[in-house]
């Protein structure tokens, strides 16, 4: 049995993960699943609704969960959807995170009325909005070093409640009744009310009801145009040019203008009147439903490429391969660590199979990535951490496919999930495919600069997690024997070798890249010197190695110190936020 129970484990495992792969049922006879997939243009990025909806959240709550008041449970496709077109009842979701008792008490609310005694409504918050700016636009005029908790916590209040007044004036100006249902019919009536408009102008007779009204929708266009966060209309006919997509509330003044109604924005007026109304039969489920078709075929006609990574994408967000990832490694670790007591070789096996499970997962979620972006592996830092965490993985397989004592495996295991965990706080900031910068726009430097000094990074934890495997064992457990210590030295030395390669050939790289990018190959700014540090370290330890001065403990001890200096040049650039090399998820950072 035992012999067999490591097959059975994998079995069960893979049978786990390949079911996160298949496509979620629908729970409900709206057809969501087509809307989620429809590409909207978002900060300069072409991405499915369904991505929308989950960063938005993230950013408003922390997490991508809905309840309710009545305790339904939505996809976030479906608060979304509420958001856009029944905002009434959105508003009565409690998805803003508030974590200060300072700025609760500005608005006379107590943990108590809370979800999880930290998320509130925008009904419950609506009254003091406007004291909120004023305490934001303060905050503002105060170096961000210097604020206080109340104002950073008042700032990232006003900036989630922007982003959820932007995503509810997208489909809809502020307070409209009956506004669908009035550019629905529009196509219809739009030639007899440019008449009256065009007759007023001149001064003729003319119907004053409906130049009144085309009056009110264009001042309703306008005010969409100038609020709406969704870029969801495409240009007639294949344009590559994302410029030339248009919110609803422009395509709705250019309608106007143009005197024939844009197809895409009826289809989605018509997939807005649709959703959560009743009529006769009950819900419009079939309307809605014929609407989400129609707008997935027109743009099926010109955007078939952009549609189809955008369903990749949908797939992509439902499968959480990262999540499921870190709880293979939870159980291989314990499976590790179990294998140094009873069942060794049976339970080194499980631990050893369940990473190498969780790393072909982990590999599976970077190159979707990578083919949805266009990009080599590591643009921002929450990628960085994706692909530090691989690695480390990676050569911890490797050294355990040699050494065969499960001691890699628990540090695999270990930096795997650290590395995940890490990333997945840093997703709350918002997309993670975000667009890049301009000096950062070259797919050759990120390829090879970026990556041979993130493989750095990624070597120096490894040596810093074997070590800290290494000082833990001999402290707290009598199974540190002296073949498993000269083992565990031997593979730190080699990976501090390997980590002092591939950082100083991507010091040299990142500098390359500075005298074509900046005009100068050296310029000691923070990110420069945190690179340094890394290849100095690494130079110390070896040449101590070298001349006695450390053994086997010393040599330990000053790799658990290159963690520091590694998270330091990795991190710590960032949240110091100055130099060139400074930029993005800095508050999550930390």
Known sequence: MKKLLPYLVLLVAVIAVASTLLPSRQRS?????????????VNGRLKPLDTVARTSLLVLQGR??????????????????????????????????????EVLDLFGLRPAEGDGGKRFSYAQLAKRIAELDRQAKLADEVEAPLRTPFQNQALKLRNRLVLYQRLKYTMQPSDAVGFLADVTQLDATLPANLAAVRARQRGQPHDEAAFRKMAELVQAFDSMASAGYLIAIPPAGANADLNAW?????????????????RTV???ATLGRSWGTTGPGGIKVSAFNQAAAALHDR?????????????IETQFNAAQPFYTSMVLFVVALIAALASWLVWRDVLRRIAFWLIGLAFVLTTAGIVTRMWIEGRPPVTNLYSSALFVGWVAVALCLAIEAIYKNAVASAAAAVMG??????????????DTMEMMRAVLDSNF??????????????????????????????????????????ALTRMVYGIICFATLFSFVGTI??????????GRFWGWDPKENGALLIVIWCAIILHARWGGMIRERGIMACAVFGNIVTAFSWFGVNMLGVGLHSYGFMDKAF
């Open 417 to 430: 999930f650290c590395a995940l965990v890490i990333a997945h706080h840093l997703s709350m900031a918002g």
């Open 29 to 41: 006879d709206f057809d969501v699943a087509t809307v989620g997939r429809l590409p909207v243009l």
């Open 246 to 262: 248009k919110t609803p509330g422009q395509a709705l003044v250019d309608s106007v203008e143009a005197g024939a109604l844009d």
């Open 509 to 518: 790289l990142g500098g390359i890249w500075a005298d074509q990018s900046w």
């Open 445 to 486: 430097w990120l390829a090879t600069h970026v990556v041979v000094i993130t493989l750095g990074y990624s070597a120096m934890f490894v040596a810093g997690a074997l070590a800290i495997i290494y000082i833990g064992r001999g402290l707290f457990t009598s199974s540190m024997s002296q073949n498993t210590a000269r």
């Open 64 to 101: 991508q969960r809905v309840v309710t008041p009545d305790g339904r449970a939505l996809a976030p496709i479906e608060w979304l959807l509420d958001v856009l077109y029944a905002p009434a009842v959105a508003d009565g979701y409690r998805h803003f995170l508030v974590e200060n008792q």
């Open 266 to 268: 009826l289809a989605y």
């Open 299 to 311: 743009l099926a006609e010109s955007y078939s490429g952009p549609l189809a990574k955008a369903a």
